[in-house]
T-cell receptor, first 112, second 113 residues
Framework: RKEVEQDPGPFNVPEGATVAFNCTYSNSASQSFFWYRQDCRKEPKLLMSVYSSGNEDGRFTAQLNRASQYISLLIRDSKLSDSATYLCVVIKNKAAGNKLTFGGGTRVLVKP | GAGVSQSPSNKVTEKGKDVELRCDPISGHTALYWYRQSLGQGLEFLIYFQGNSAPDKSGLPSDRFSAERTGGSVSTLTIQRTQQEDSAVYLC???????????FGPGTRLLVL
């Protein structure tokens, strides 16, 4: 079993619609959680950190459920520019240098 | 300001040759990370530097892989006797301190024929 698992998609989303997807992680002691965005043939870029209380950044909302070991990302009012692969990222042990453990990514395609 | 830079952007090599990949982190960033992204494996951690020392080399896939960092800045990832399964995008990231946001470079696309 992979340490961080994601539905690879693609999620085909009409422009203006809402899309949500999850990621599960296997290590219950994981300490930090993030969503990164990766465009085709580009490097990953931090989209947002994920906090236990849930957090929002504009049209993006992230939630963490420690009991069930999953995090979610919701995108409201999808834009064509939201088309990308969204990578779920976990830090298992901050004391060990903060190396990132990545999920395989969820591909989102927003269509007119 | 300048971000993380990597060179070369693309590298094609023959099986069995050695390659060197370079990473220039953001100025002042003390932590530096190497990852690789391949079709079958996704994005995986290779090695982490704090200053010039590498406290975590756990992700290096074999002893053909090595890395060093000098002057607390530039890092070089060396792959000896390349194999076809080494073909991937090698990404470097840096952060001001370990524990802070990691910023990725554009990567080096390595193709081993």
């Amino acid at each position: 079993r992979k340490e961080v698992e994601q539905d690879p998609g693609p999620f085909n989303v009409p422009e203006g619609a809402t899309v949500a997807f999850n990621c599960t992680y296997s290590n219950s002691a994981s300490q930090s959680f993030f969503w990164y965005r990766q465009d085709c043939r580009k490097e990953p870029k931090l989209l947002m950190s994920v906090y236990s209380s849930g957090n929002e950044d504009g049209r993006f909302t992230a939630q963490l459920n420690r009991a069930s070991q999953y995090i979610s990302l919701l995108i409201r009012d999808s834009k064509l520019s939201d088309s990308a692969t969204y990578l779920c990222v976990v830090i298992k042990n901050k004391a060990a240098g903060n190396k990132l453990t990545f999920g395989g990514g969820t591909r989102v395609l927003v269509k007119p | 300001g300048a971000g993380v830079s990597q060179s070369p952007s693309n590298k094609v090599t023959e099986k069995g040759k050695d390659v060197e990949l370079r990473c220039d982190p953001i100025s002042g960033h003390t932590a530096l990370y190497w990852y690789r992204q391949s079709l079958g494996q996704g994005l995986e951690f290779l090695i982490y530097f704090q200053g010039n020392s590498a406290p975590d080399k756990s992700g290096l896939p074999s002893d053909r892989f090595s890395a060093e960092r000098t002057g607390g800045s530039v890092s070089t990832l060396t792959i000896q006797r390349t194999q076809q399964e080494d073909s991937a995008v090698y990404l470097c990231a840096s952060s001001r301190q370990a524990g802070e946001t990691q910023y990725f470079g554009p990567g080096t696309r390595l193709l081993v024929l």
